[in-house]
């Protein structure tokens, strides 16, 4: 059986040909990818400034103590001097009123 070396050569190089030609499409694949991922627009998230007001409220609600400490120094001084006044017909009111809510009566 006869061997043809020549033959044997044009192999080989049709061969590196379709290697070099799968290459060159892998690459052109990966740069068009590349340019496709570059023209999309990125997720972005924007806040309305009454979200924004909303926010700087909430954490100031939550630093705060609840206590109006303006009014109770009011208070207090008004007790010391003797110039506090109390409503005895509404101060008796809200306390049927909160003896009501506490025990389920109307």
């Not at 070396?5 to 290697?19: F, G, H, Y």
């Not at 990818?33 to 627009?41: G, H, L, P």
């Not at 007790?79 to 009566?105: C, M, T």
């Amino acid at each position: 059986m006869a061997i043809n070396i020549n033959n044997l050569q044009n192999t080989t190089q049709v061969k590196n040909d379709k290697v070099e030609q799968n290459v060159q499409r892998q690459q052109a694949a990966v740069q068009q990818n590349a340019t496709q991922n570059a023209n999309q627009k990125q997720d972005s998230v924007s806040i309305t400034p009454q979200a924004q007001q909303f926010s700087k409220l909430t954490e100031k609600a939550s630093n705060s103590s609840g206590i109006d400490q303006e009014k109770v120094d009011k208070i207090k001084q008004a007790i010391s001097e003797g110039k506090y006044k109390i409503n005895v017909e509404q101060l008796a009111r809200r306390i049927v009123q909160f003896e009501s809510e506490l025990f389920g009566k109307k």
